[in-house]
Each structure stands twice: as structure tokens, then as C-alpha cells.
């Protein structure tokens, strides 16, 4: 009986129990190197939590900065599916925020739900349009589309900056340059209860969606074997060029989708101040989360709250709210290292007990 | 190792003795109390199934394994192998079966370059003095300015045996040299290396599955199964069915597999026809210039030649792994393209060389593996697009039990599966379903005794139920015994036809090594 459980248990306790312990080893690190910058390890810790999840204010905080960093993990997390490494969440980001409030500002004399799904539905497609650019380029310009989508993030950033300092600039916004509002009464409200706008759940749904259609329909099937092997995928039959060029829009949708979220929700404009970083930590959270859409959610949160917790770090510690950006690499360097760890451990797997020798088990065929 | 420094000034070729080799993986035992002797100028052949340990023992050798229990001894001294430093030290140098030059670079700055160390700043002309002294003993020329890439492949495995004697081995291990040569390519060679042994400049030690190399070439031979001594001889005292008796450990029938006798029709219309078939390799380079053929049901025809002349390209081609530059593939007469609606319309199957590769999602489970045919048909789809988890791991664990695929469950990665399992679970799940062309590559290649008869009777199987097969080999033999038409593809062409009862070995590896008679045979 015992060993059936361990039997059964062991296995799905590797792929928690190693990054768990990663975190902790990234602590460590953490806690080392706020003791050289003079402060409380134990202190510093507890203001991260407190600052992140201490309180109802605070979670809500929390979950309003993960809102975007889920959508933002997705759009690295989907074409991961079909092998690509797309970074360049920010810059879909960008011109998915611009053409949403451009789109915004054009309904904002409908309805509000109108001007919402309107505005929603061109962000999406004009993130898909620039991921998708990279998924192209790659097929057919055989371009590296970690560089291209990362070079067309900084294009999306300038064309952002451009564009509300120039042509679509608000004549009112006169110190922080922006584009028209698209006016309160348009705006994304919030879930009931909650200091927490709607983005929140339109991002778990999201995930979700994208976690069940992985797993569970023909789709998600035929895109694992498109970025597991893309040779037995044409051997398959399927037109592999599609579906990469496909993953990398629908990441792109995420990424675009989310600025949109920023303009409605959060902005009421497109200014600078929707380049916040959330693409790239978006890359942090997918890869923590091992490019599983589920994943994505808990880690977007625990990000979330690290990042909220910066501002409290500040005030209490006079510590740089770059701390926090110190503890999120931290992580990241350790828990993708731990990766390496994973299959190692004789002690997950059953019935190791009876091997004589550690190793290369099953090297001749 | 002051012993081995000792043995390095002396220049005769090195007598090496093994006793009781032993190597084991886990719970496997790969190599078992192992002995053979190979006095200096002995040119030893090691024989055996795949499998039998013979990469294991000359891995032990070359110091990529070291072993578990016994000793080795150089000339006469017991020596430690714990890396490949030391078997080069030792003098200890291996050819493997593909070529290790960089196809970028000439023969010289190859044979260069593979010296151990070099200064930071190559003196060129006095390495080349050098070279062309070296070259100037040996029997024949090698064009030092050619890049490797533009060498046959003949050529390039006697420039990979010239830079283990330059880097002056004294010991030198063949693993299957002659897989990608022609006949007489591989006469070349071997004689070379023979008449160096007989000179005693030079001990070898050949793994080959050629018994035409074995009894041409080597004066001993020791056989090997499943990790164990299985027997040795004198090559001279010994004949062909003793020596595949003592690898496979029973009396051989030594009869081919009987095949069906009703004559091929040739009235049907062919199932597969490619009409002037273009196509460019990884390189851009042409690979396929012009090939027509056609396949009629219930017949096996057999395409010849040596790897590299586009056989490869063009079962790709067929797969839809690589665009065609220009021409056409009719299936049944109609256009074909290899999408997921023709594939299953025409009930095409394709057992593709290297299957991990070429036919399996490493990181998907055997069961997804095993559903990549049906997937997004009933049972397993639900609506068009939903998965039905059941019904696909019912499929699997059907296909498992049937096939004997060994593996930790069928939820486990594809992956972790052991070669003959993943060629295995890809039969077992092009073969589940009904089939009228099969586009088959090298099938054999990595298998056991067993698994060869097993899967050349499911060839010979469905050609009886009239299933077109294509047969992509390079292995003559199999050819031979399961062809009905044998083409020989060189450069990207198909160069010569012949129906396989007419066949003549020494015609076909004629055209296989580029050569063209003034007559071509055309059925």
C-alpha cells in the first residue's frame, strides 16, 4: 500500500518539490545580498509580504500588476508551444495599448460596452499582426525570432512614444504626453467588491482557455507536435508554417490584449506610462511557470505581488525599488537552473531503491 | 603512464590484449567477461548482432567508457584507459562509420587541425611540408586542397583513416568504415589498411556486418552476443554460416523468406507516380534532378545507392519534409501534397529512417505518439476538435500489447524509450491502419536479427494485399530478397532499372558508384 502511494506520488512530487526548493536557494541568495547592502534579510522578507500579500489592500494591489503579467506570460507562453522563443511582449504591448485607444477614442461616442469589445478586439489583432510578423519572418526569412520579436519591441516602444509625443497627440495632455481619452464612462470597471478592474478575470479566462485547448482538443495536440518535432509534424500532414505563424499571433492577441486592458481599465489613455515593464516580466513568469498557461497564473501573481511590494520597500527601507527587479532575476537564474535537476534525483523515482548504480540506466539499447 | 610513453617511440603497429572485459549500465550488462588478443599487424574483426557489445568494448578502448572490471594490455604492458588522452597516447585511434571532417575546410587544414595541440599561430608552410612528406608514403594521392565536403565518400573515410596515421596510430578501430561505401570503395580502403597491418605498421580492429569484409580482409575473428564471448576463430578455418551461426546462437536457414509467387500485374495502374522531380538539399544545393518513377499495387519497388545521393531528399520530399523545386506526385492519379486529408484518403503509411527524428514528438507521451495518424478522427476527436483522452489511451495500450513496445506506460515520454521500442510504437502505428502505399526508408537499420525478419515479413505482408510499398535502402541484400524492380539513384538521378530476379550485384554497384554503361536496362 505505502509504496503504491509512493508509487503514484513521487513523480508528480518531483516537478513541485524542485522548483520549491529553488526559491528557497534563491532566497539565500537574496537575503545574501541585502545583508551586503546593509539591511534585515528577515526585515526585507517580511515587507515583501506585507507588501504583496500582507493585506486585503495590498492582494488587491497584487492582483491588479499580475492582470497584465498573465497576458504578458501567455504571449511567451503559447508560441513556446509550437518552439518559439518570442520576447517581445512589451512592443506588442505597446501598439496593441495605441490602437486601442485610437479605436477607444474613434467609438467613444457609443456605448460603453461597444467602445470596450471594440477597443479589446483591435488590440488583440494588432498584437497578433506584430507577433505574427516575427512568426512569419522566421519561416520564411529564416529570421531568429527571439531577436526579431525582441528588435521589434523596441520598434513598438518608439512607435508608442512617436505617436502620443506626435501625430496623436492630445493637445490637452501637456505635461505627460497621451493620446485622447477614451472618457471615464468607457472605462473598464471593477469586479464588484474588489479594487481589482476586470482585466483580472479576462486573464484567467484566457489562461484557461488556452490550458484546456492545449490539453484537451485536437488543436492543442497537433501545435505540441508542431514545437516538439516539426519534422514528424510534416510527416503528419500538418502544414507546419501555419500553425507557427498561428502561435505567434495568438501570443501576440495576449500581449495586445493586455495593453488594450492597460488603456481601458487602468489609463483611460495611451502615454508613456504603459510601458512598465510587464512584457518582459511577462518572459519571467512564462518560463517559471515552464510555458504551462495554468502555471502562468500563480507565478503572474507571485510577481505581481513581489512587484507591488517595491513600493513599500522604498518607503520603510529607503531601499531602490530596483530591489525587487534584484530578487525577480535572482529567481529566474535559479529556477531555470534547477531545470537541469529535474529527472536527477534517484530519490523521485520508483522503485530506485533497487538500482545498484546511479546513472546512465538505459544508455545501451 | 610511463609505460605508455615508453611504447610511444617504437613505430610498429601495437599488440593489444583484452581480458575479461566487463561494462554494465544500470541492471544492464552490456559487456561480460570479455578476452581477445590481437597480436601487432593483426587485422581482428569483431562480429555481432546490433546490440552485442562491440561498441561497448572499442568505447572502452577509445576511454569514452571505462570498465567495470578487467584489464587491458599494450604491447605486453597492463595500461589504464580512463580517456581518450591516454588511447591517444597509447597510440589508440578510432574510425567511426560517419565522417568527423569539417566539410568547410580542405583535407589539409583538416589533417592539420586534428593534431591534439597547436600553437596559436599556425606556421602553414611548414605543416604543409610536413603533410606532403606524410602523403608521399602512402600508397596513393589525396587531394590536399579539396574541400571535404566535394569528397566522395570514399574518399573522405580514406582521408579520416590517413589522419588517424598521421597523428601516427598505432592501433586503429573500425567501426562499420564501409557502411557508406560502395564495393569497391570499400576494397579501396580496406586494402589499404590491410596492407598496412601486413607491414606491421599498423593493428586493426574492425567491427563490420559485411561477412564478404570478414573473410576478404581479417586473419581473426571474434563474435559477440549479448554481451558475452560467443566465439572465435581463424578467419581461414572458418566459413560464413559458422561464424553468423555463433551470432545468432542457432543454425541459420540459410534460405531467403519465401515470397508470394503470384507475378506482379502489370496492367494496374500505379498507385504512386513522380513525374521530373526537382529538388535542393540543406545547402541549396540540387538533390534531386529529375526522378520518375512509379509503384504499381502489390509491388515493392526497391530504390539503391549509396547514402548522399538523394534518396534521403527524396523519401523527405515524399513526407512533405522537404519542398520540391519543380515536378509532381500523383497518388492514385490525383495531385498530392501530404496533407492530413490526402495522407488518410489514400491511406498512405511512411516508415521514415531514424523514426525518433524523422516520425516521433520526443517530448509528446507514447499514447500522443501513437494518435499523431488519428488524432482528429473518430473515436479519438469528439466534435472535430475535442480530445477523447479514453479513447486514445485505449488505442495506445492496444498498440503497446500488441506490438511488444516496451516502455514505462503509455504516458510516458516518447523520449525515454529505448531505439528498438520507438521503431516499435512508429509500426505500430502506421501499420494499425488500413494501407495502400507505404513509403518505407532503411526499415531495418539499428534492429535486431528478430525485428529485420519480423519487419521484412509485414513488407512482404502488405505487398500480398496489393499495398504499393516503396522501399528506400542501402542495404543490397534486402533489396535483393524483398524488391520485385530495383532502381539504382545516383547524383539525383535514377540511373539504371532492372527487375530484382535479373539483378546482377556487381552491375548495380557499378551504377551505385557513379559509373554508366553504354546499355540501359529498361523494363
Not at chain 1, 109 to 128: K, R, S, Y
Not at chain 1, 289 to 297: D, E, G, K, T, Y
Not at chain 2, 235 to 259: C, K, T, Y
Not at chain 2, 366 to 374: I, Q, T
Amino acid at each position: 500500500m505505502y509504496a503504491g502511494i509512493k508509487r503514484f506520488l513521487l513523480p508528480i512530487a518531483e516537478p513541485v518539490l524542485v522548483p520549491t526548493g529553488a526559491v528557497l536557494v534563491a532566497m539565500l541568495l537574496f537575503a545574501g545580498f541585502i545583508a551586503l547592502v546593509g539591511q534585515s534579510p528577515p526585515e526585507v522578507f517580511w515587507i515583501l509580504y506585507q507588501g504583496g500579500f500582507g493585506s486585503s489592500f495590498s492582494l488587491q494591489n497584487t492582483l491588479v500588476l499580475a492582470s497584465p503579467l498573465i497576458l504578458t506570460g501567455l504571449a511567451v507562453a503559447i508560441p513556446a508551444q509550437a518552439g518559439m522563443v518570442i520576447i517581445g511582449g512589451e512592443g506588442a504591448l505597446a501598439v496593441g495599448a495605441l490602437l486601442a485607444a485610437v479605436a477607444g477614442y474613434a467609438l467613444h461616442d457609443t456605448a460603453p460596452f461597444i467602445v470596450q469589445l471594440g477597443m479589446l478586439t483591435v488590440g488583440a489583432l494588432t498584437g497578433a499582426l506584430w507577433f505574427g510578423l516575427s512568426g512569419w519572418l522566421r519561416n520564411y526569412r529564416g529570421v531568429n525570432e527571439t531577436i526579431s520579436s525582441l528588435l521589434l519591441s523596441y520598434m513598438g516602444i518608439a512607435l508608442l512614444n512617436y505617436c502620443i509625443q506626435g501625430p496623436l497627440r492630445d493637445p490637452a495632455s501637456t505635461n505627460n504626453p497621451s493620446t485622447r481619452p477614451i472618457g471615464d464612462a468607457n472605462m473598464i470597471g471593477n469586479i464588484p467588491g474588489l479594487d481589482v478592474h476586470y482585466g483580472l478575470i479576462i486573464g484567467i479566462v484566457c489562461a484557461l482557455i488556452a490550458w484546456f485547448v492545449l490539453k484537451f482538443t485536437t488543436i492543442g495536440l497537433a501545435l505540441r507536435a508542431v514545437g516538439g518535432n516539426p519534422r514528424a509534424a510534416q510527416m503528419a500532414g500538418l502544414r507546419v508554417n501555419i500553425w507557427v505563424v498561428g502561435a505567434a499571433a495568438m501570443g501576440g492577441a495576449a500581449a495586445g490584449l493586455s495593453g488594450a486592458i492597460e488603456v481601458a481599465a487602468v489609463h483611460g489613455d495611451a502615454n508613456s506610462a504603459i510601458v512598465a515593464g510587464y512584457g518582459f516580466t511577462g518572459i519571467l513568469v512564462a518560463f517559471i511557470a515552464r510555458q504551462n498557461p495554468l502555471a502562468v497564473i500563480p507565478v503572474a501573481i507571485l510577481f505581481g505581488g513581489i512587484d507591488a511590494a517595491g513600493s513599500l520597500l522604498q518607503r520603510r527601507l529607503d531601499m531602490p525599488d530596483a530591489t525587487v527587479i534584484v530578487f525577480q532575476g535572482i529567481l529566474f537564474v535559479v529556477i531555470l537552473a534547477s531545470d537541469t535537476f529535474l529527472g536527477r534525483f534517484r530519490f523521485f523515482k520508483p522503485g530506485a531503491a533497487s538500482e545498484p548504480k546511479p546513472g546512465t540506466a538505459g544508455a545501451k539499447s | 603512464m610511463n609505460s605508455s610513453k615508453e611504447i610511444l617511440g617504437k613505430s610498429h603497429g601495437l599488440d593489444l590484449e583484452i581480458i575479461g572485459l566487463s561494462k554494465r549500465f544500470g541492471d544492464v550488462i552490456a559487456l561480460d567477461n570479455v578476452s581477445l588478443r590481437i597480436p601487432s599487424g593483426g587485422f581482428h574483426a569483431l562480429l555481432g548482432e546490433n546490440g552485442a557489445g562491440k561498441s561497448t568494448l572499442v568505447k572502452c578502448l577509445v576511454g569514452f567508457y571505462t570498465p567495470d572490471a578487467g584489464d587491458v594490455l599494450a604491447d605486453h604492458r597492463e595500461v589504464k584507459i580512463p580517456s581518450p588522452r591516454e588511447a591517444s597516447q597509447l597510440g589508440i585511434g578510432m574510425v567511426y562509420q560517419s565522417f568527423t571532417l569539417v566539410p568547410g575546410m580542405t583535407v589539409a587544414e583538416n589533417l592539420v587541425m586534428s593534431k591534439g595541440s597547436l600553437p596559436a599561430l599556425i606556421n602553414w608552410r611548414k605543416e604543409r611540408e610536413q603533410l606532403v612528406a606524410f602523403i608521399e608514403t602512402l600508397p596513393f594521392k589525396i587531394p590536399l586542397d579539396k574541400f571535404a565536403g566535394t569528397l566522395a565518400a570514399g574518399e573522405k573515410q580514406k582521408v579520416e583513416i590517413i589522419k588517424q596515421l598521421y597523428l601516427q596510430r598505432r592501433f586503429l578501430i573500425l567501426d562499420e568504415p564501409t557502411s557508406v561505401l560502395t564495393p569497391d570503395e570499400a576494397d579501396e580502403v580496406l586494402g589499404f589498411v590491410k596492407n598496412l597491418a601486413t607491414a606491421k605498421a599498423l593493428t586493426v580492429l574492425i567491427i563490420t556486418h559485411k561477412f564478404r569484409e570478414v573473410t576478404a580482409y581479417a586473419d581473426d575473428v571474434t563474435v559477440l552476443r549479448r554481451g558475452k564471448f560467443a566465439g572465435c576463430g581463424s578467419v581461414a578455418n572458418l566459413n560464413v554460416d559458422q561464424m553468423a551461426e555463433m551470432m545468432v546462437g542457432s543454425p541459420l536457414a540459410h534460405q531467403p523468406i519465401a515470397r508470394s509467387i503470384v507475378p506482379m500485374n502489370l496492367e494496374l495502374r500505379p498507385y504512386l507516380v513522380v513525374e521530373h522531380l526537382h529538388a535542393r538539399g540543406d545547402l541549396d544545393q540540387p538533390v534531386l534532378n529529375g526522378i520518375d518513377l512509379a509503384v504499381r499495387p502489390g509491388e515493392i519497388l526497391g530504390i539503391a545507392g549509396v547514402s548522399g545521393n538523394g534518396q534521403k531528399e527524396l523519401v523527405e520530399v515524399l513526407l512533405g519534409q522537404r519542398k520540391k523545386s519543380s515536378g509532381q506526385i500523383f497518388v492514385e492519379g490525383e495531385p498530392y501534397s501530404g496533407t492530413r486529408a490526402e495522407i488518410s484518403q489514400h491511406k498512405v503509411i511512411m516508415l521514415p529512417e531514424e523514426p525518433l527524428r524523422n516520425a516521433c514528438v520526443a517530448s509528446l507521451s507514447v499514447a500522443e505518439n501513437m494518435a499523431l495518424r488519428n488524432y482528429d478522427r473518430p473515436p479519438l476527436a469528439k466534435f472535430g476538435f475535442l480530445l477523447n483522452r479514453r479513447a486514445l489511451n485505449q488505442q495506445a495500450q492496444r498498440y503497446v500489447e500488441t506490438f511488444g513496445v516496451k516502455t514505462d506506460g503509455i504516458n510516458a515520454k516518447m523520449q525515454t524509450l529505448s531505439g528498438g521500442n520507438v521503431q516499435r510504437a512508429v509500426l505500430a502505428r502506421e501499420l494499425s491502419h488500413p494501407v495502400n502505399l507505404l513509403i518505407v526508408a532503411n526499415p531495418v537499420f539499428g534492429l535486431d536479427f528478430n525485428a529485420v525478419a519480423e519487419t521484412h515479413a509485414r513488407l512482404l505482408a502488405a505487398r500480398a494485399s496489393s499495398t504499393a510499398i516503396l522501399l528506400v535502402s542501402e542495404d543490397l541484400d534486402e533489396l535483393l530478397e524483398l524488391a520485385d524492380r530495383i532502381v539504382v539513384m545516383s547524383e539525383g538521378k535514377l540511373v539504371y532499372e532492372i527487375p530484382a530476379d535479373q539483378a546482377d550485384i556487381r552491375v548495380l554497384g557499378h551504377y551505385m558508384a557513379g559509373g554508366h554503361l553504354e546499355e540501359r536496362a529498361v523494363t
